[in-house]
C-alpha cells in the first residue's frame, strides 16, 4: 500500500493496521481486548476502527470471527 492510500485513515487507524500487518505473519485471530492492551486504546475504539478497516482496501483481509469475552478478528495477509 502506498503511503497516499494510507493518508485516508486516522492515526488509530493506521496504528492498528501497522499492527496487524506486524503481527499477521504469525498469528491469525485477535482479540480487540488484546489489541487495545498492545496499543493504549479501548477495546470498543479498536472495533470500530477495524470494522472502517475492513471496508477499505488495503493489503490485509480482515473478518470478524466470534464475539465471546471480546470481539475476534481473523486476519490474513
Known amino acids: ?3 497516499a492510500m ?3 485513515l486516522t492515526s488509530k487507524q493506521q496504528q492498528i493496521l501497522q499492527y ?20 493504549g486504546m479501548t477495546p470498543k475504539e479498536v472495533g470500530s476502527n477495524i470494522t ?3 471496508n477499505g482496501n488495503y493489503d490485509v483481509e480482515i473478518e470478524k470471527w466470534g464475539y465471546s469475552s ?8
Not at 23 to 32: I, L, M, R
Request: charged content about 25%; hydrophobic content about 40%.
Open 6 to 8: 494510507a493518508t485516508d
Open 52 to 54: 472502517a478497516l475492513q
Open 20 to 39: 496487524l500487518r506486524e503481527k499477521a505473519a504469525t498469528k491469525t485471530y485477535f482479540k480487540s481486548r488484546l489489541i487495545a492492551q498492545e496499543l
Open 1 to 3: 500500500m502506498s503511503s
Open 70 to 77: 471480546s470481539t475476534t478478528w481473523k486476519v490474513s495477509l
